[in-house]
């Protein structure tokens, strides 16, 4: 027979993502306290636990949320209150929603923030999701989302859509919760590179989703995949491992008995590894027991029955708990003890269960048929097929339900994909018009742009005409020019032709008239002895030549050879000395250094000196540039 079961969402992520949110407020709430409040806020807790047995929490009246709240106001400081809030919360009790509804409300009314009006309305969802309120869990779920999603709080926001899934398990609407959980996949996928308790809670939801829609391939491969995760960054990974190890073992139950019974094992041996000072939970003994009995080992079933029978295993969950006497006087009865079988099977007869109640039923039958009281084995049977007529048909209705709303579903996705086509074609509408409309000015573009590529290359042409046009002016009057500048200098070549000419007769005149003289300054002595003769010749050269009267016939012999020269020299440098100027006058006849020193009687390095003296006067920067400037005088 198949017993049902319920799945419990695990809490532990979301009690430490609260505890973290909770920090947060009192950072913020602390921070603006002064020192006085700093002294007052520190170790609090801690001195009011010591006080109170260790728990000062648990000493309000946790019915009465308003004397908790006055109370709360009264003793803990200011800035330690939403704090005592939140843990006055975790320390109610969930059986009175009234409550818990209106703790929160107070949490909202004294503590006004967008961050705790979220937090109520997850917890509100949470409460209309267990009393099966779907439709107002999905109004909390959706508000918390926001709130979230507008404090820039994206993984948070994403609880939200996790509960609303868990709704979506309840109704089993398991397309799409499993829609959900792989949206929240991607999400924390983006957010941590590691395996993390979210990512725990994912991959085990998912495991059931697939478990309770039928996909038992899908179950399998997400509880493998939970089992070979890398747990070693996530809080309390034994709890992950055994909860895979869980459902591994349900999964074999039916088919594959002896892997449901290694995976049993393997849950007990996690936990006793973790907790090696507990017992072992009843709810294994239980699941142990199951597997035991799938596999037909009812003497090894029995005693685990027995002990998950005394130990209540699923606590106050009024369905689950009829199943345990159910499953003994199952046992019971494989063994053939009869009237044990019938006592446990009769106390599971007030299960509100109906398919517990016929599959009751049914081993009674069996039962009163092996004692050979068949009126009561009939009226069992009658009883059994009853029940399981109304089961057939609640089951059927289930069935007509759900396919009712997978009809529902698929009309809603078929008159959305018509609409998302309808949007599409519009979409490719106006995106061919948009392309037609982007090629004409595209092409109206390019027409332009040619059009005016063409002005430019017609005016660049006309500007090329215009220089070239400029050039060949430029290069005749360039040619004109160069033709007036040979012309002049050929000018001026012929008259320095000329110049040097006179200045060559002049020089010529010069030693002619010099030589005369001296001849005649010979003469008286041309009579003496030829013995005498070259020393006659020797005083000759050495006689000073060029006195104040050979001056004055060679400045008369220059003025006609160069008319106005000595008046312009003058006029340029009246400073000069007669020596100077004399220097001047036979470097602007060509005589050289030796020629000079020569003709005015002097040495050689006296012309060197005086050329250099000559130099410095005229502002010239060396003694050779001395015969260039002479020259141009």
């Known amino acids: 027979m198949r017993y049902q079961y319920r799945v419990v969402p695990d809490m532990s992520s979301a009690l430490r993502r609260l505890k973290l949110l909770l920090w947060c407020i009192i950072a913020l709430t602390v921070s603006s306290c002064d020192d006085t409040e700093d002294n007052e806020v520190e170790g609090f807790f801690e001195r009011q636990n010591a006080a109170h047995e260790g728990d000062y929490i648990a000493t309000y009246p946790l ?121 929240l996949l991607d999400v924390l996928n983006k957010a941590s590179s590691h395996f993390s308790d979210r990512h725990a809670n994912l991959y085990s939801d998912i495991t059931v989703a697939y478990e309770r829609s039928g996909d038992r391939p899908q179950s399998l491969e997400w509880a493998q995949k939970s089992w070979k995760a890398d747990v070693s960054k996530i809080y309390n990974p034994w709890r992950f491992r055994a909860r895979t190890a869980r459902h591994l073992s349900v999964h074999y139950l039916r088919t594959q008995p002896d892997s449901s019974i290694y995976w049993v094992k393997q849950m007990q041996k996690i936990f006793k ?71 446990y099977i009769k106390e599971s007869l007030a299960s509100p269960d109906t398919g517990n109640l016929y599959a009751a039923h049914r081993m009674l039958s069996d039962i009163y048929a092996k004692r050979g009281d068949w009126e009561s084995a009939l009226n069992e049977a009658n009883e059994s097929h009853r029940l399981y007529r109304i089961k057939l048909d609640s089951d059927k209705a289930k069935e007509v339900v759900r396919l009712e709303a997978q009809y529902e579903n698929t009309q809603k996705e078929h008159r959305i994909e018509s609409l998302e086509q309808e949007q599409l074609a519009l979409r490719l509408r106006q995106f061919i018009w948009a392309l037609a409309l982007l090629s004409v000015i595209l092409l109206l573009s390019a027409l332009y742009i040619r059009q005016h590529n063409h002005r430019l290359i017609l005016v660049q042409q006309n500007r090329l005409l215009s220089q070239e046009k400029e050039l060949i002016n430029a290069r005749e009057k360039l040619k004109s020019k160069a033709l007036m500048h040979s012309r002049n200098q050929l000018e001026d070549a012929k008259k320095e032709l000329n110049e040097t000419g006179q200045a060559l007769a002049l020089k010529s005149r010069l030693i ?23 020393q006659e010749s020797s005083e000759l050269k050495s006689m000073k030549i060029l006195t104040d009267q050979d001056w004055l016939v060679f400045k008369e012999r220059y003025e006609e050879c160069f008319p106005g020269f000595l008046d312009k020299l003058k006029e340029m440098f009246p400073k000069l000395t007669s020596g100077e100027t004399r220097l001047i006058l036979l470097m602007k006849l060509k005589f050289d250094n030796r020629e000079a020193a020569e003709s005015l009687g002097i040495s050689l390095q006296s012309v060197w000196r005086s050329r250099h003296r000559l130099s410095r006067k005229l502002g010239l920067n060396t003694t050779g540039d001395l015969d260039v400037f002479i020259e141009r005088l």
């Not at 507990?278 to 596999?295: G, N, T």
């Not at 008239?513 to 070259?534: D, F, N, R, V």
Request: charged share 25%; with cysteine; net charge negative.
């Open 273 to 343: 590894e973790a907790n090696p000072e507990k017992e072992l939970p009843a709810i294994m003994d239980y699941r142990l027991a199951r597997a035991y009995s799938e596999a037909g080992q009812y003497q090894l079933a029995l005693p685990l029955f027995q002990g998950a029978y005394h130990q209540n295993p699923f606590g106050s969950i009024r369905i689950s708990y009829f199943q345990v006497p159910l499953a003994l006087g199952e046992c019971y009865l494989n063994l053939g003890q009869l009237d044990s079988a019938e006592w």
């Open 63 to 183: 019915s009465d949320p308003d004397s908790c709240i006055a109370r709360l106001k009264q003793e803990v400081p200011e800035a330690l209150q939403p704090w005592a809030c939140l843990s006055l919360w975790y320390h109610l009790p969930r059986d009175s929603p009234e409550v818990n509804f209106r703790l929160l409300e107070l949490y909202e009314e004294n503590y006004p923030h967008d961050t705790v009006f979220a937090f109520c309305q997850m917890m509100r969802a949470e409460f209309y999701v267990d009393l099966a309120e779907f439709d107002l869990a999905k109004i909390c779920t959706e508000d918390a989302y926001r709130r979230y999603m507008e404090l820039g709080r994206p993984l948070d926001a994403s609880d939200a859509r996790y509960l609303q899934a868990r709704s979506y398990i309840y109704q089993s609407r398991f397309a799409e919760a499993l829609e959900i959980y792989f949206e």
């Open 512 to 534: 002619r008239e010099l030589q005369i003289k001296l001849s005649q300054q010979a003469g008286p002595s041309s009579t003496s002895e030829a013995g005498h003769a070259s």
